[in-house]
Nanobody, 121 residues
C-alpha cells in the first residue's frame, strides 16, 4: 500500500482543515487506517483510527468532539476532518495502514509522507 497525504496548511485557531490520504493497492479496503501526528520535540501519537469497514472509530482524548475520521473504500481514500483547531494541534500529520486489522493500535506498517498543519493563535 502506498499512501499520499494532503490537505495541510496554515489556519487560525478555531478554523478547520480536511486532510486526505489517497491509497494505492488492493489491501486498502481491508486495512485499518490511522492518522498520526508528530509535533516538534514530541513523540508521534495516534490521533484517530478507523476500522476497515468504517463502522468503528477511535480518537485520542485531546481531539474528541473536534476531529472526525472517515473513509471511502471506493475511492481508496481516508479523511480527517479537523474542526475547532487549536495551536496545540500544530504538527506534521501522517496517515498509516495496518493490514492485520489490529484496531486501533496496529501495528501500522505502511506510512505516507506527512503533511504540515500549523494553527496560529
Amino acid at each position: 500500500v502506498q499512501l499520499q497525504a494532503s490537505g495541510g496548511g496554515l489556519v487560525q485557531a478555531g478554523g478547520s482543515l480536511r486532510l486526505s490520504c489517497a491509497a494505492s493497492g488492493r489491501t486498502f479496503s481491508s486495512s485499518v487506517m490511522g492518522w498520526f501526528r508528530q509535533a516538534a520535540g514530541k513523540e508521534r501519537e495516534l490521533v484517530a483510527a478507523i476500522s476497515w469497514t468504517g463502522t468503528s472509530t477511535y480518537y485520542t482524548d485531546s481531539v474528541k468532539g473536534r476531529f472526525t475520521i472517515s473513509r471511502d473504500n471506493a475511492k481508496n481514500t481516508v479523511y480527517l476532518q479537523m474542526n475547532s483547531l487549536k495551536p496545540e494541534d500544530t504538527a506534521v500529520y501522517y496517515c498509516a495502514a495496518d493490514p492485520w486489522r489490529n484496531f486501533p493500535m496496529g501495528p501500522y506498517v505502511y506510512w505516507g509522507h506527512g503533511t504540515q498543519v500549523t494553527v496560529s493563535s
